[in-house]
Nanobody, 123 residues
Framework: QVQLVESGGGLVQVGGSLRLSCAAS????????MGWFRQAPGKEREFVAA???????YFADFVKGRFTISRDNAKNTVYLQMDGLKPEDTAVYYC?????????????????WGQGTQVTVSS
């Protein structure tokens, strides 16, 4: 099990950028698949992006071409670079981890979750 702590959220204007970070504790981070999810008020938590332990990336269709996900195993950190932000990207963003080589896009597939970081995009 790992402890996950997100940071980097904030208020940004339409078209702006933010980089979210998720720092993990524990020595097994490199064997975890990591995902980013988001939850807007009144909506279900939804998949945004994920990265396998080997670095293969996956994205929801609505963020393709705008968001990138990466990881630095030496720093036990996964990142979500968000460019071209839109008002509909406003949500609390969560990182999640699972102890398999390949990530999944559903929330129940992850065993470890961070507390979330708020992203607000103003128009």
């Amino acid at each position: 099990q790992v402890q996950l702590v997100e940071s980097g959220g904030g208020l940004v204007q339409v078209g702006g950028s933010l980089r979210l970070s998720c720092a993990a504790s524990g020595r097994t981070f490199s064997t975890y698949s990591m995902g980013w999810f988001r939850q807007a008020p009144g909506k279900e938590r939804e998949f945004v992006a994920a990265i396998s332990w080997s670095g293969t990336t996956y994205f929801a269709d609505f963020v393709k071409g705008r968001f990138t996900i990466s990881r630095d195993n030496a720093k036990n950190t996964v990142y979500l670079q968000m460019d071209g932000l839109k008002p509909e990207d406003t949500a609390v963003y969560y990182c999640a981890g699972r102890t398999t080589a390949v990530p999944v896009s559903f929330t129940t597939g992850y065993t470890d979750w961070g507390q979330g970081t708020q992203v607000t995009v103003s128009s």
